[in-house]
């Protein structure tokens, strides 16, 4: 037997040969000044500024230059004028009191509004929840969402975009508000903003993943047992009350497979966003991620009369030039109609190259691309972040704004 393998053995000894290995890959990239929080986001140019906000570009320019209290941005290149994302915050608050955008174009909750909350949920790994979340979060921070984003991937991939790692850098994650009270030692739940972290982004706050999630879940187990402590469905919802006048939307990453965590942020959303990649095999599995989705929703409508807003499927890593994939989406596209957003998330080696590099569309520099493929994800990421925004603007009694070619 001696040749054999004892697998806790081999598999811990690759486990420290690869943390090894990584502890000084980080050290290398992450020396002081070289981590990517410790950079602000770019600058972005006038255009792009016109786009975000939703104001034509000729008037944009002309509010620039008449309107009292506009930020002067920085000239660059060919002299033109760049604004930061503070600066675009700063543009669309004096356009909203001038009274040059109404609140259909200025996502701010007034009272009353309920606090949006959108789970990214598909029980099918790899069909880029994250890297949709991630861009999503980025696009609609910059139309001026105050956004929390809630990272229950174990995993903590979403955080990792950020350059937010809690477990590597100590620092508190989701587990510690959500976590049981343990008896023996006295340590009990955080509250929630003592997990909250700023980003480098305006209007991005995350409550960073953790590998301890997994404890989450044993300790739900128990708690069944115990009868102790808020039930485990109510842990989100109770926690983000304590944060609910200084979030427009709070947008959660699900791991990619059924946990406690992922029905409490179930149980908290008022909207869902159901990522699906276009291949024959992920179309079969639907169906029965549906099946469990609904008996899942059953659970908790159980505990209270709880409605969504909308529920919405996007198709993801979209290739129209794939003939298969294209039958598909015509597919899915006959049978849930209008519950398909009518953007696509496209396929794009410059999205898979991001993950790698955790850049997300909005970080990388337009000019390293051909133009055409820019736009292309452009295109479709602020396709998708109009639609969602719109979504929210209907929740929030407000008819959202139709974009007109600028
Ligand atoms: N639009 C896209 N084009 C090309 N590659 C993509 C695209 N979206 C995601 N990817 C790549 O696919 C892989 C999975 O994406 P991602 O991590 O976003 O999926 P996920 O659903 O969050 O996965 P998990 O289920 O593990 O959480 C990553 O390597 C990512 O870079
Ligand atoms: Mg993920």
């Given at each position: 037997?001696?040749?054999?393998?004892?697998a806790?053995?081999?598999?811990?000894?690759?486990?420290?040969?690869?943390?090894?290995?990584?502890?000084?890959?980080?050290?290398?990239?992450?020396?002081?000044?070289?981590?990517?929080?410790?950079?602000?986001?770019?600058?972005?140019?006038?255009?792009?500024?016109?786009?975000?906000?939703?104001?034509?570009?000729?008037?944009?320019?002309?509010?620039?230059?008449?309107?009292?209290?506009?930020?002067?941005?920085?000239?660059?290149?060919?002299?033109?004028?760049?604004?930061?994302?503070?600066?675009?915050?700063?543009?669309?608050?004096?356009?909203?009191?001038?009274?040059?955008?109404?609140?259909?174009?200025?996502?701010?909750?007034?009272p009353?509004?309920?606090?949006?909350?959108?789970?990214?949920?598909?029980?099918?790994?790899?069909?880029?929840?994250?890297?949709?979340?991630?861009?999503?979060?980025?696009?609609?921070?910059?139309?001026?969402?105050?956004?929390?984003?809630?990272?229950?991937?174990?995993?903590?991939?979403?955080?990792?975009?950020?350059?937010?790692?809690?477990?590597?850098?100590?620092?508190?994650?989701?587990?510690?508000?959500?976590?049981?009270?343990?008896?023996?030692?006295?340590?009990?739940?955080?509250?929630?903003?003592?997990?909250?972290?700023?980003?480098?982004?305006?209007?991005?706050d995350i409550?960073?993943?953790?590998?301890?999630?997994?404890?989450?879940?044993?300790?739900?187990?128990?708690?069944?047992?115990?009868?102790?402590?808020?039930?485990?469905?109510?842990?989100?919802?109770?926690?983000?009350?304590?944060?609910?006048?200084?979030?427009?939307?709070?947008?959660f990453?699900?791991?990619?497979?059924?946990?406690?965590?992922?029905i409490?942020?179930?149980?908290?959303?008022?909207?869902?966003?159901?990522?699906?990649?276009?291949?024959?095999?992920?179309?079969?599995?639907?169906?029965?991620?549906?099946?469990?989705?609904?008996?899942?929703?059953?659970?908790?409508?159980?505990?209270?009369?709880?409605?969504?807003?909308?529920?919405?499927?996007?198709?993801?890593?979209?290739?129209?030039?794939?003939?298969?994939?294209?039958?598909?989406?015509?597919?899915l596209r006959?049978?849930?109609?209008?519950?398909?957003?009518?953007?696509?998330?496209?396929?794009?080696?410059?999205?898979?190259?991001?993950?790698?590099?955790?850049?997300?569309?909005?970080?990388?520099?337009?000019?390293?691309?051909?133009?055409?493929?820019?736009?292309?994800?452009?295109?479709?990421?602020?396709?998708?972040?109009?639609?969602?925004?719109?979504?929210?603007?209907?929740?929030?009694?407000?008819?959202?704004?139709?974009?007109?070619?600028?």
């Amino acid at each position: 037997m001696s040749g054999r393998i004892l697998a806790s053995e081999q598999l811990m000894s690759f486990s420290s040969i690869i943390d090894t290995a990584l502890t000084q890959q980080r050290e290398l990239l992450y020396a002081p000044d070289q981590r990517k929080s410790d950079k602000p986001l770019r600058p972005f140019s006038v255009r792009e500024v016109s786009h975000a906000l939703k104001v034509k570009y000729n008037s944009l320019r002309q509010y620039l230059n008449t309107l009292e209290g506009m930020p002067a941005g920085t000239l660059e290149s060919g002299n033109r004028k760049y604004f930061t994302a503070e600066e675009i915050a700063e543009i669309q608050a004096v356009l909203h009191r001038e009274g040059k955008i109404g609140d259909e174009r200025f996502p701010r909750r007034n009272p009353g509004d309920a606090q949006a909350r959108l789970v990214v949920y598909n029980l099918k790994g790899g069909v880029s929840k994250t890297s949709l979340s991630v861009n999503l979060a980025q696009f609609l921070a910059l139309r001026g969402y105050r956004i929390l984003a809630v990272d229950l991937d174990p995993q903590a991939s979403f955080s990792d975009m950020f350059d937010i790692q809690a477990d590597l850098d100590g620092q508190a994650s989701i587990y510690d508000v959500l976590r049981y009270a343990d008896p023996a030692s006295g340590e009990g739940p955080i509250p929630i903003t003592d997990a909250i972290q700023a980003t480098y982004v305006p209007n991005i706050d995350i409550v960073p993943g953790s590998m301890s999630m997994t404890e989450f879940e044993y300790e739900t187990s128990a708690s069944f047992r115990a009868g102790d402590g808020t039930p485990f469905h109510r842990r989100i919802a109770d926690a983000l009350e304590q944060v609910d006048g200084y979030y427009d939307l709070v947008l959660f990453d699900t791991p990619p497979h059924m946990s406690f965590a992922v029905i409490a942020a179930v149980f908290a959303a008022t909207g869902m966003l159901i990522p699906l990649s276009a291949g024959m095999l992920d179309v079969v599995s639907l169906a029965k991620f549906l099946e469990l989705a609904a008996s899942t929703m059953q659970v908790v409508e159980q505990h209270q009369d709880k409605r969504y807003d909308f529920i919405r499927f996007v198709l993801t890593r979209y290739s129209a030039s794939d003939p298969a994939q294209l039958q598909l989406s015509s597919f899915l596209r006959t049978h849930l109609g209008g519950a398909m957003l009518k953007h696509d998330f496209v396929s794009s080696t410059a999205i898979a190259d991001a993950g790698n590099t955790m850049n997300p569309l909005l970080e990388l520099d337009p000019g390293s691309f051909h133009r055409k493929t820019y736009d292309r994800i452009f295109d479709s990421l602020s396709g998708i972040a109009d639609e969602v925004d719109s979504e929210i603007m209907r929740a929030w009694g407000r008819k959202p704004f139709e974009r007109e070619d600028n």
